[in-house]
């Protein structure tokens, strides 16, 4: 089966630095995508991993280890507007061609001054 | 350029009726999704679209549910005799075209609210 877990809220203070894990079981793996989706808004996309490393991007950066099914999203110097829901997704073996992706419940992180 | 546009943004209907709910997605994009996010729950995978074809639809919860597209651009998503447990948000994603066998990311669309009374 296929399953994605992932904090379900997190509360970090702003100008700080947070860390949000996610585990995963697929049917195989090709990827991991992190996105962003503040309330009532639309998901935006925030990084893609699929070789084992740190990708790094601004303030934000993502973690894959493939051989153990985890992924982490760092955000440092926290801003009020981090707060938001943060999706972690696994585009399983097979689906290289679709695309089709499948999703964590969402972390709901809440920045505070 | 525009992004994905969906329409209604929010959409109220009786049990037992039926609702058309549509996705303008990115020009160029070849690729088109339908995800549902209810209550709690992650985004959960409808069908997909590769240009006007469907090649997986696996997420379709019942045959209630149903989408198409015409000219490699607009989709509908159609449920009929909607149920309480179909409430939730329809959110509609495109991409561009793989390459090299990897598809790009995913853009969203602001998603239709549904709500079943």
């Known amino acids: 089966g296929q399953n994605i877990d992932q904090p379900t809220e997190m509360t970090a203070t702003e100008g700080a630095i947070v860390q949000i894990n996610c585990t995963y079981q697929?049917?195989?793996?090709?990827?991991l995508f992190w996105y962003q989706q503040h309330a009532g808004e639309a998901p935006t996309f925030l990084s893609y991993?699929?070789?084992?490393g740190l990708e790094e991007k601004g303030r934000f950066s993502s973690f894959l280890s493939r051989s153990k099914g985890y992924s982490y999203l760092l955000l440092k110097e926290l801003q009020m507007k981090d707060s938001a829901s943060y999706l972690c997704?696994?585009?399983?073996?097979?689906?290289?061609?679709?695309?089709?992706?499948?999703f964590g419940q969402g972390t709901t992180l809440q920045v505070k001054p | 350029g525009a992004g994905v546009s969906q329409s209604p943004s929010n959409k109220v209907t009786e049990k037992g009726k039926d609702v058309e709910l549509r996705c303008d997605p990115i020009?160029?994009?070849?690729?088109l999704y339908w995800y549902r996010q209810s209550l709690g729950q992650g985004l959960e995978f409808l069908i997909y679209?590769?240009?006007?074809?469907?090649?997986?639809k696996s997420g379709l919860p019942s045959d209630r549910f149903s989408a198409e597209r015409t000219g490699g651009s607009v989709s509908t998503l159609t449920i009929q005799r909607t149920q309480q447990e179909d409430s939730a948000v329809y959110l509609c994603?495109?991409?561009?075209?793989?390459?090299?066998?990897?598809?790009?990311?995913?853009?969203f669309g602001p998603g239709t609210r549904l709500t079943v009374t």
């Open positions: 994603a495109s991409s561009s075209p793989p390459r090299g066998g990897v598809s790009s990311e995913q853009y």
């Open positions: 697929t049917s195989g793996f090709n990827g």
């Open positions: 991993n699929v070789l084992d």
């Open positions: 997704a696994v585009r399983p073996s097979g689906s290289s061609n679709t695309g089709k992706l499948i």
């Open positions: 020009s160029g994009h070849t690729a």
């Open positions: 679209f590769q240009g006007n074809s469907a090649p997986d």
